[in-house]
């Protein structure tokens, strides 16, 4: 029994060590929001759309943005980040019989794309900066993408990456 009541309150201290670990976590510099993302014109895991492939691409995505955009944002900025529309690298070619429908064919004509609209604050509300981009690589081939070698998503991470550094410069921290 005192094993029992021992075990629990060794339980619940690491518990509340683990929410206080979380509670630490510093604050995300950058908000993404998808502005309807059901009207994207390619985020998706197969031929047949399917709203699940699309949301679990779309969370990862930006997953990765709120990582990277702290890398580039410094402390004390804000990036509002709304992201208008995203393209897939690849499509799929259903011509090419029913073994394929399921297989996203990357080739230089299908390069990604990803539209949004940002705007950058100071601390006190001001507007640093703020735009419009229509992001795309043409070459997405002809580059070595290390960073991402097994990612589904590493053309459009790769994109936003480039599109971060050339926006907003060098590693902030």
């Known amino acids: ?9 060794v339980l619940g201290l690491a518990s509340c060590v683990a929410v206080r670990a979380d509670d630490t976590k510093p ?3 950058v908000d993404v929001v998808y502005v309807n993302p059901e009207k994207f014109t390619d985020v998706k895991d197969n031929y047949y759309f399917t709203d699940e492939g699309r949301d679990e691409y ?6 990765h943005i709120e990582t990277h955009a702290n890398k580039y944002i410094p402390a004390g900025q804000h990036l509002a980040l709304r992201v208008t ?8 070619e ?8 399921n297989v996203r064919i990357i080739k230089d004509i299908y390069p990604p794309r990803i539209n949004l609209e940002f705007k950058l604050t ?3 509300g001001k507007v640093v900066k703020e735009g419009v981009r229509k992001l795309t690589d043409m070459n997405f081939l002809s ?4 960073y991402f070698p097994d990612d589904t998503l590493r053309y ?15 590693v902030k921290g």
């Open 1 to 9: 029994m005192k094993t029992t009541h021992l075990l629990l309150a």
């Open 94 to 101: 259903p011509w090419r019989g029913p073994n394929a429908e």
């Open 143 to 146: 580059e070595i993408n290390d």
């Open 85 to 92: 529309d995203v393209k897939m690298a690849g499509d799929f």
């Open 58 to 63: 779309l969370s990862t995505l930006k997953q």
């Open 156 to 170: 459009e991470k790769k994109l936003l990456d480039d599109w971060f550094y050339n926006e907003f410069g060098e």
């Open 27 to 29: 604050a995300s510099r």
């Open 122 to 124: 100071d601390a006190n």
